[in-house]
């Protein structure tokens, strides 16, 4: 029988033309498809459980064999970086708190808001062009498609595909990927205002003071200063001419002032401002995500590598506003009327991800994206 | 043929394909070398296109497609089409030689995995995606063209009893 005879084409042409009318029936959405993906899914995890049993042991070698010198060498760096985190640790539960308490005094909407669910990772996607993973958690908890999805450093992606019990998540590195972010910058408050002012309680700039006065520039310090002068005065033989001083007059007489002059310097906390807002879009696994539409405007200032990037929520955003993405690693200004292209280093290291959260967030009713 | 083909070997290769997913989902994922997933499933498509022929092949690869694409969640069809240009490229092997020996196979099957994984983002873009080629495809295509090749080795045969398929054997052409 010949290879190519017109019978074997026809397999091969109907097999081809199957496989683009699947393909235009489940990017149109098809309920079909999605309870077949569900029996699947149901059918496929006996597999999938079997397979991460004999993968445990294999992948634990496999890692010991490969690994062990890099971990080593970041368990040193970790501890180095534990010890310093320790030491803000405190001072940043505190601002959390007093963060949290101004939030729900102004209304303002943020993660804590919305109801969290916890899930850990079951499985990565096998594909070497998507950037997702699998987590244990799906509908049944309350999870639908588009919800935002974090860990404790911040925004990790959003949810693609929800099962009963499992769902997909796209990561932030996905090229299909886009999240509205703005980038926010620390300023700090000597940069608004010339000069910082020094004030007395009183209001009175210490410059207006005797320049004797010490003042000290750290921040929101209260100094107190106590002088004490011991004055040893004897009067002028001058005022009492022709007579004869009294004794007691004669005996050096000290005079003690205390003054106490309290001066109040303060400096104030760094402004936080929004310098520009952009859509963050991931470029695969090995680049960073990259911010694009940012006008090259020196309104709010420039933007500099360093500078903090936060989702900006809005009712056509299916995250919530503030979520921590990560922080301007590189600007790269293109040619023409493009505008700056903004590379940012998530917070979150998407390489070691173990347990995520779904924020069970929905855009605003009436959103184009519900 | 094609209702006959799908009845004799759908019952093997399905739980083999699943059984093949299951693994790359779980223990390839972790074993990156050169930090790229080994395609095995694209592997074991390539292999039946080597075992069976190009039509053969290319219905077990949108078998195994199918399959692909439901444990992922990309478009259904999508790898389907991936994986049947891959078996049906390997599957020209069976133009050079009937019984092609284990290393023509190996380079048919290495052939047919680069044609395939190459065919990803090309769907992909085609699909709506943007960004879909990534610049790391010089180092991921030659990777799952070589392992799938390696792999060919223990999938031919594989493939060879899940499509129900004899081992050709020569025949001493006879006078009429």
């Known amino acids: ?370 | 043929m094609l209702g006959a083909l799908l009845h004799s070997s759908l019952p093997r290769l399905i739980p083999i394909g699943m059984i093949l997913l299951a693994l790359q989902k779980t223990l390839f994922v972790e074993l990156q070398p050169f930090g790229v997933i080994i395609q095995l499933v694209l592997a074991f498509a390539a292999s039946a296109g080597a075992a069976g022929g190009s039509e053969r092949g290319a219905l077990a690869g949108f078998v195994l497609g199918i399959l692909f694409d439901l444990a992922i969640g990309t478009p259904l069809g999508s790898s389907s089409i991936a994986m049947g240009l891959a078996a049906w490229v390997a599957g020209t092997v069976q133009l050079i030689r009937i019984d092609a020996t284990w290393w023509i196979s190996a380079i048919f099957v290495g052939l047919g995995a680069a044609v395939g994984e190459t065919t990803v983002p090309v769907i992909r873009r085609f699909t709506g995606e943007e960004d879909a080629f990534v610049p790391e495809m010089w180092t991921i295509v030659p990777v799952v063209a070589v392992s799938s090749a390696i792999l060919s080795i223990a999938f031919v045969p594989l493939a060879r009893w899940s499509l129900g398929l004899a081992r050709p054997e020569w025949k001493v052409p006879v006078d009429a």
């Open chain 1, 1 to 370: 029988m010949a290879i190519y005879s017109a019978g074997r084409r026809r397999t091969i042409i109907v097999l081809l033309l199957t496989s683009v009318l699947l393909i235009t029936l489940d990017l149109r959405g098809n309920a079909v498809f999605n309870g077949i993906r569900s029996g699947f899914e149901y059918a496929f995890r006996p597999f999938e459980i079997a397979g991460e049993v004999v993968a445990r042991p294999v992948s634990r070698v496999w890692k010991g064999v490969t690994q062990v010198d890099d971990l080593e060498d970041e368990v040193a760096r970790l501890q180095e970086i534990v010890d310093r985190q320790r030491q803000a640790e405190i001072a940043g539960d505190n601002a959390l708190i007093e963060n949290r308490e101004l939030r729900d005094l102004l209304d303002i909407e943020s993660v804590a808001n919305f109801d969290l669910v916890q899930a850990s990772i079951i499985g990565s996607s096998p594909s070497n062009f998507d950037q997702r993973v699998e987590i244990s958690a799906g509908s049944t908890d309350g999870i639908r498609v588009g919800m935002p999805v974090v860990n404790s450093a911040g925004l990790v992606g959003r949810i693609t595909q929800v099962n009963p019990t499992t769902a997909v998540v796209m990561l932030a590195t996905d090229p299909q990927y886009h999240v509205p972010v703005k980038v926010v910058a620390e300023i700090p408050a000597a940069e608004l205002i010339e000069e910082p002012v020094t004030t007395t309680p009183s209001g009175v700039p210490v410059d207006e003071l005797d320049g004797s006065s010490t003042t000290s520039t750290t921040s929101t310090t209260t100094s107190t200063s106590t002088s004490t002068t011991t004055t040893t005065t004897l009067p002028d033989p001058a005022t009492f001419p022709g007579s004869t001083l009294p004794e007691e007059l004669t005996t050096p007489v000290d005079t003690t002032t205390t003054s106490t002059t309290t001066t109040t310097t303060t400096t104030l906390p760094p402004v936080i401002i929004t310098r520009e807002t952009g859509v963050l879009d991931g470029y695969g696994g090995d680049r960073l995500p990259r911010v694009r539409f940012i006008a090259d405007s020196p309104q709010f200032g420039r933007i500099e590598p360093g500078d903090a990037v936060l989702t900006s929520g809005g009712s056509e955003s299916l995250a919530p506003p503030n979520i921590p993405v990560g922080r301007v690693a590189n600007v790269i200004s293109n040619a023409g009327t493009q505008g700056l292209e903004l590379e940012v280093e998530l917070n979150a290291d998407l390489d070691r991800l173990n347990f995520l959260t779904v924020v069970l967030y929905l855009p605003p009713q009436g959103s184009s994206l519900n």
